[in-house]
């Protein structure tokens, strides 16, 4: 597979805005900077911050022993999803093949960058069905979502799944692994260098705690980070997000614990709901929530409301017939939803 044919002719022939600190960049401290007309004034956001984000990407290679080259990042991996279609996908010609129910971002940038996007509902057991989305896929279909754990199922997909598709599906292969780190399941990572077609998406929203500072990362072959970089703007991330990020990098034995205590609240959670009678079906899940079946989605979602909890209601999504999406939450706010389910019972 031959990435440049996949790209946007437009894009190809592109001339990058070149900004002030791509054009210099072997910073040292004793140098004097009038080349971007910042405020010369310091108070410690007063320069632009570094277009490539050298540091953060440091660790994060360091982390998840991947090269630098490897990596792009983006304000969310909403960005990054987006820098996807501006890439690779041609207005009101190119689509995408997306499998419901998942994540609703991939749906509505595909709505944004007027692309089509063509969808294969997942099995009843939310497993993709490898030979039909192989048989809707045409020349066009530049992109494929695979969300793995998905949301809002939460659960994994099958490696041999996954890898026919990689193999088989003839655009770039995006599996979205937000939920990764609360998953068993190891990340396609380190099969990287083994597909030229595939892009991992993770995020620091969810098992990092940081959703706040809005901090997306793709991992893909140079050739495509290299065409994301063109096209991305030049500080999109800024320089709050990036010293809060390596802050946090720094302290991975405590995202560790957090995601370890998140996931003993899981089992809990989850053997007590198995004791609320109006509770059908507890879905397996690879992920920091569980999602549910119960006798009345609007009706439940409502009560919960009333009593002060919001959850997610999934009712109209494929296969998710009144099926609520429940966040683990800390202990104290999960033991609050149990006893509000208990005494919701009765009535
Ligand atoms: C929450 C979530 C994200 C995270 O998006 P950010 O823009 O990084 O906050 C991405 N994909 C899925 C499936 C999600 O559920």
């Known amino acids: 597979m031959n990435i440049q044919d996949l790209i946007r002719q437009n894009i190809k022939a592109l001339k990058p805005y070149s900004s002030a600190r ?7 401290d004793d140098m004097v900077f009038l080349d971007a007309n910042e405020n010369p004034f310091q108070n410690g956001v007063n320069r632009y911050p570094d277009p490539q984000q050298h540091n953060v990407k440091l660790l994060l290679s360091k982390i998840k022993n991947v090269a630098t080259q490897n990596i792009l990042l983006g304000n969310g991996s909403d960005e990054v999803l987006d820098l996807l279609f501006r890439a690779f996908c041609e207005p009101h010609q190119d689509n995408i093949i997306t499998l419901p129910p998942t994540y609703g971002m ?26 039909e989305i192989l048989s809707v896929a045409n020349k066009n279909s530049k992109l494929l979502f695979l969300c793995s754990p998905n949301n809002p199922s939460g659960n994994s997909f099958k490696t041999s799944d996954i890898e026919t598709l990689l193999n088989r599906f003839k655009g770039l292969v995006i599996i979205d692994e937000a939920y990764i780190d609360f998953s068993d399941e190891a990340s396609w990572l380190e099969k990287l260098p083994l597909y030229p077609n595939l ?149």
């Open 106 to 131: 991939y749906e509505v940038l595909a709505n944004i960058n007027a692309v089509d996007s063509i969808k294969v509902n997942l099995s009843e057991r939310f497993e993709p069905k490898v030979d």
């Open 22 to 28: 791509d054009e210099f960049q072997g910073v040292t």
């Open 199 to 347: 892009v991992i998406t993770q995020t620091l929203s969810k098992a990092y705690g940081m959703a706040g500072i809005r901090l997306g990362i793709c991992y893909a072959s140079a050739d495509i980070i290299s065409v994301l970089n063109r096209i991305k703007a030049p500080y999109n991330v800024n320089e709050l997000t990036q010293l809060r990020a390596i802050e946090r990098l720094e302290k991975e034995e405590e995202v560790a614990k957090e995601i370890e205590a998140i996931k003993a609240q899981r089992n809990l959670l989850i053997t007590e709901l198995k004791s609320i009678d109006f509770i059908s079906k507890i879905y397996p899940t690879d992920a920091n929530f569980v999602m549910v079946k119960v006798d009345d989605a609007n009706k439940r979602y409502t009560q919960l409301i009333e009593k002060g909890i919001v959850i997610r209601n999934r009712t109209t999504q494929p296969g998710c017939e009144n099926a609520l999406r429940l966040t683990v939450g800390t202990l104290e706010e999960n033991t609050k939803l149990i006893k509000t389910l208990v005494a919701l019972q009765a009535v």
